[in-house]
C-alpha cells in the first residue's frame, strides 16, 4: 500500500494530474470566502444560527454543506454547482421526451457538445432565478426579524447579486471541467467532495463542545452515546464500501469456434450488474431537485397558509421531506441506469460475438432476463441509497445531535459521497499505475469502481 503511494510520487504525469487537481481545490476554497458585495456577512451568520436553533435543520443546512459554507457566507459560490446538477438533470429528462434532442444525443460527440451548450444556457437561467429571489429575499429586513443584512438595498444590489452568484456558477463549472481534462478524478464529485471535507474540522469542534470533556456540567452527549457513534461511523463506512463494490455476476458462455487448427472460446465469463449503478449520482440528483424549490420557499411569507406548509414540508426532520426525498433517490437510480444501461444492446452484442447466457435463448429472451436481474439489483442499490441518505436525520433523532452537518459526519449523503469519489479516484491513480507496470494499491487485486 505504502509502497504504490510512493509509486504515485515517480510518475511526472500522474505527479502533474495531482497537482493540477489540488490547486484548482485550493482556488475554489478560496472563493468559498470571497463575500457578495453589499451584504452584512456578520448578521447573515448570525441570522443562520438563529434560524437553526429555533426552526431545526432545513434543506439549506444540506446545500450549505455542498457548498462548504459559501451559502451562510453568502460568498461569490454561495450557489454553489447545484444549479448547473439541476439543469443536467432537466436537460437529460428532456432528451427522453423530445425527439429533436433525442436525435441530437445520437449525433455522437458533437450532439453531446450541443446538449452540454444548452445545460449551461439553462444553468444561467436557474442562477438567474435562484439570485433574483435570493436577493429580494435579504434585501427585506423583516425576514430577518428586523436585522438588516443589505445596507443598501435596491435594484443595483439586485442585479450585483445575480451576476455575481451566476458567475460564481459558472466559474465552478470551468473548475470541475479542467479537474476532469487536465487533473484526476471526476470534477464536479472531487468539487462537492472537497466542500464535505471543509466542513468536518468544524463539526468535530462541535462535536468536542457538545461533549466537553473537561466540563461535565456543560456536557451535552455522554460518552456512550460518542462511543456509539464513532461504532456507527466505522459500520456505516464499512457498508458502503462494500455495496458500493458489489455486483451480481451473470455467467456468459462462448461457443468453440475451430479457426485453421485452432480452437478459440469455449471458455466462461461474467457480466457484472453493479448493486449501487449510479454512485452518488442519484442521490446528488435528488439533493438538487430538493434544493431548487426549498430555497425558493424559504423566501415566501408564512402568512399564507399554503407557502406556511410548503416551507414545512422541507424541514430534513419531517415525514414528507423524508418520504419525498426517498421518492426521488428511488426514481433517479432507475432512471440513471435506464440512461446508462441497455440490456436489448448488450443482448445483441453478446449473440453476435456468439455469447449466450446458460439456460436462456440469445437476442430479445436474454434482453428480457439481464432487465429482469438489473431491475431486482437496482431496488436493492436504491433501498440502500435511500437509507444511507435519511441516516443522519435518524441520528439526529436518536441520539439528539443538533445539527444536520454534525450528524452528516457519522453516515448519510457525505459520507457516501467521499468514499465513493474517493474509490474512483483510487481507482483511476491505480490504472495509471498499472499501465506504467507498477503495483496497483491492492496487491494480486484491484479496485472496483463505482461504475
Same mark, same amino acid.
Given at each position: 500500500?505504502?509502497?504504490?503511494?510512493?509509486?504515485?510520487?515517480?510518475?511526472?504525469?500522474?505527479?502533474?494530474?495531482?497537482?493540477?487537481?489540488?490547486?484548482?481545490?485550493?482556488?475554489?476554497?478560496?472563493?468559498?470566502?470571497?463575500?457578495?458585495?453589499?451584504?452584512?456577512?456578520?448578521?447573515?451568520?448570525?441570522?443562520?444560527?438563529? @434560524?437553526?436553533?429555533?426552526?431545526?435543520?432545513?434543506?439549506?443546512?444540506?446545500?450549505?454543506?455542498?457548498?462548504?459554507?459559501?451559502?451562510?457566507?453568502?460568498?461569490?459560490?454561495?450557489?454553489?454547482?447545484?444549479?448547473?446538477?439541476?439543469?443536467?438533470?432537466?436537460?437529460?429528462?428532456?432528451?427522453?421526451?423530445?425527439?429533436?434532442?433525442?436525435?441530437? %444525443?445520437?449525433?455522437?460527440?458533437?450532439?453531446?457538445?450541443?446538449?452540454?451548450?444548452?445545460?449551461?444556457?439553462?444553468?444561467?437561467?436557474?442562477?438567474?432565478?435562484?439570485?433574483?429571489?435570493?436577493?429580494?429575499?435579504?434585501?427585506?429586513?423583516?425576514?430577518?426579524?428586523?436585522?438588516?443584512?443589505?445596507?443598501?438595498?435596491?435594484?443595483?444590489?439586485?442585479?450585483?447579486?445575480?451576476?455575481?452568484?451566476?458567475?460564481?456558477?459558472?466559474?465552478?463549472?470551468?473548475?470541475?471541467?479542467?479537474?476532469?481534462?487536465?487533473?484526476?478524478?471526476?470534477?464536479?464529485?472531487?468539487?462537492?467532495?472537497?466542500?464535505?471535507?471543509?466542513?468536518?474540522?468544524?463539526?468535530?469542534?462541535?462535536?468536542?463542545?457538545?461533549?466537553? *470533556?473537561?466540563?461535565? %456540567?456543560?456536557?451535552?452527549?455522554?460518552? *456512550?452515546?460518542?462511543?456509539?457513534?464513532?461504532?456507527?461511523?466505522?459500520?456505516?463506512?464499512?457498508?458502503?464500501?462494500?455495496?458500493?463494490?458489489?455486483?451480481?455476476?451473470?455467467?456468459?458462455?462462448? &461457443?468453440?469456434?475451430? @479457426?485453421?487448427?485452432?480452437?478459440?472460446?469455449?471458455?466462461?465469463?461474467?457480466?457484472?450488474?453493479?448493486?449501487?449503478?449510479?454512485?452518488? @449520482? %442519484?442521490?446528488?440528483? $435528488?439533493?438538487?431537485?430538493?434544493?431548487? *424549490?426549498?430555497?425558493?420557499?424559504?423566501?415566501?411569507?408564512?402568512?399564507?397558509?399554503?407557502?406556511?406548509?410548503?416551507?414545512?414540508?422541507?424541514?430534513?426532520? &419531517?415525514?414528507?421531506?423524508?418520504?419525498?426525498?426517498?421518492?426521488?433517490? =428511488?426514481?433517479? =437510480?432507475?432512471?440513471?441506469?435506464?440512461?446508462?444501461?441497455?440490456?436489448?444492446?448488450?443482448?445483441?452484442?453478446?449473440?453476435?460475438?456468439?455469447?449466450? @447466457?446458460?439456460?436462456?435463448?440469445?437476442?430479445? *429472451? !436474454?434482453?428480457?432476463?439481464?432487465?429482469?436481474?438489473? !431491475?431486482?439489483?437496482?431496488?436493492?442499490? $436504491?433501498?440502500?441509497?435511500?437509507?444511507?441518505?435519511?441516516?443522519?436525520?435518524?441520528?439526529?433523532?436518536?441520539?439528539?445531535?443538533?445539527?444536520?452537518?454534525?450528524?452528516?459526519?457519522?453516515?448519510?449523503?457525505?459520507?457516501?459521497?467521499?468514499?465513493?469519489?474517493?474509490?474512483?479516484?483510487?481507482?483511476?491513480?491505480?490504472?495509471?499505475?498499472l499501465i506504467r507496470h507498477y503495483d496497483g494499491f491492492i496487491k494480486g487485486g484491484s479496485l472496483k469502481g463505482r461504475r
Open positions: 500500500m505504502f509502497k504504490s503511494i510512493s509509486n504515485v510520487f515517480k510518475i511526472e504525469e500522474l505527479r502533474k494530474k495531482i497537482a493540477i487537481t489540488l490547486s484548482l481545490l485550493v482556488v475554489y476554497r478560496a472563493g468559498c470566502f470571497i463575500p457578495t458585495a453589499g451584504v452584512d456577512t456578520a448578521a447573515l451568520s448570525q441570522f443562520f444560527d438563529m @434560524i437553526a436553533k429555533t426552526q431545526g435543520q432545513t434543506i439549506l443546512s444540506m446545500v450549505n454543506l455542498f457548498t462548504g459554507g459559501a451559502l451562510t457566507r453568502l460568498s461569490i459560490f454561495a450557489l454553489g454547482i447545484m444549479p448547473y446538477i439541476s439543469a443536467s438533470i432537466i436537460m437529460q429528462l428532456l432528451v427522453n421526451i423530445i425527439p429533436v434532442l433525442e436525435r441530437l %444525443a445520437k449525433e455522437g460527440k458533437a450532439g453531446y457538445e450541443k446538449i452540454n451548450q444548452y445545460t449551461r444556457y439553462l444553468t444561467f437561467v436557474l442562477c438567474g432565478v435562484q439570485g433574483l429571489f435570493l436577493s429580494l429575499w435579504l434585501s427585506n429586513p423583516n425576514n430577518f426579524k428586523g436585522i438588516s443584512i443589505v445596507p443598501n438595498p435596491g435594484i443595483l444590489f439586485t442585479f450585483t447579486t445575480i451576476a455575481t452568484l451566476t458567475a460564481g456558477t459558472v466559474f465552478i463549472m470551468w473548475l470541475g471541467e479542467q479537474i476532469q481534462e487536465r487533473g484526476i478524478g471526476n470534477g464536479i464529485s472531487i468539487i462537492i467532495t472537497a466542500s464535505i471535507i471543509s466542513r468536518i474540522p468544524s463539526s468535530i469542534n462541535q462535536l468536542w463542545i457538545l461533549y466537553s *470533556p473537561f466540563d461535565i %456540567a456543560k456536557r451535552q452527549i455522554s460518552t *456512550p452515546v460518542i462511543v456509539t457513534l464513532a461504532v456507527v461511523w466505522f459500520l456505516t463506512i464499512a457498508a458502503v464500501v462494500l455495496f458500493t463494490q458489489a455486483q451480481r455476476r451473470i455467467p456468459i458462455q462462448y &461457443g468453440k469456434r475451430i @479457426i485453421g487448427r485452432k480452437v478459440y472460446g469455449g471458455a466462461t465469463q461474467y457480466l457484472p450488474i453493479k448493486v449501487d449503478m449510479s454512485g452518488v @449520482i %442519484a442521490i446528488i440528483f $435528488a439533493s438538487s431537485v430538493l434544493a431548487f *424549490p426549498a430555497t425558493l420557499s424559504m423566501f415566501l411569507p408564512k402568512s399564507v397558509r399554503f407557502f406556511s406548509f410548503l416551507q414545512g414540508i422541507f424541514q430534513q426532520r &419531517g415525514l414528507w421531506y423524508n418520504f419525498i426525498y426517498v421518492g426521488l433517490i =428511488m426514481f433517479f =437510480m432507475y432512471f440513471y441506469t435506464a440512461m446508462v444501461f441497455n440490456p436489448l444492446e448488450l443482448a445483441n452484442n453478446l449473440k453476435r460475438n456468439g455469447g449466450f @447466457i446458460p439456460g436462456i435463448r440469445p437476442g430479445t *429472451p !436474454t434482453a428480457q432476463y439481464i432487465d429482469f436481474v438489473t !431491475t431486482r439489483i437496482v431496488f436493492i442499490g $436504491a433501498l440502500y441509497i435511500a437509507m444511507i441518505a435519511i441516516f443522519p436525520n435518524l441520528i439526529m433523532y436518536l441520539f439528539r445531535v443538533p445539527s444536520y452537518g454534525l450528524a452528516s459526519l457519522f453516515g448519510g449523503t457525505t459520507l457516501l459521497i467521499m468514499v465513493g469519489v474517493v474509490l474512483d479516484t483510487m481507482k483511476q491513480i491505480e490504472g495509471q499505475l
